[in-house]
């Protein structure tokens, strides 16, 4: 996809990197010994991980943990792998992203791509433990690239074989990921993610970037 518009500060991707990172300092902290409570980590996990049995039956630990879980999964991480490859893929498609529709649309697709990779997790999922990542709403930038890739192609009536290439390899993508992880890959939050990027993305800026062309 090309680039469109001036370059814009990456203050929001930004923001969210420190916010991500400062938490999960904070739990190698605590895992270390260097500051306390001991066991932060898991005290994060609880509070703010998503945990589908809050949609059944599940006490919560605070009021209102339900829905505010939806969002505060997202900037929780499983280790300084998890964080490091995750926010790496914030700042590559974040930035493509922020370039074609500015700073708070972005804030908006994120957040509502959060939320649906949340969606996905807890209607598909049925797991007992707490899913934590931004890999949801990173599912969900790419969605939207792929959806203004397939407007933008359909609308010049240029090839879509980029678009289908795009999605075969997310697929792949998720389907390594899983066998390498021993299945211990929340692939319905990426799913969630994909779909409301898709249609998030068509929602705030659906018009085509490339002028229309006559079929070759």
Known sequence: MPSYGRKRPLV???VIVIICSTIELAFICSDFGLIGPPGLRSLGYQYGGFWPGL???????????AQTMFFTYAFLHGGIVHLIV???TLFSLGRVVIERVGHWRFLVLYLATAIGGAA???LIGDHFRPMVGA???LFGLAGAFVAWEYVDRFTARIGLWPVARGVAFLILLNVVLWWAMDGQLAWETHLGGFLSGWLVATILDPRSRLRERPPQ
């Open 86 to 88: 995750n926010m790496v």
């Open 55 to 65: 949609l059944r039956d599940w006490q919560p630990n605070y009021t209102a943990q």
């Open 135 to 137: 890999s949801g709403a």
């Open 12 to 14: 929001s991707i930004l």
């Open 120 to 122: 996905g997790y807890g």
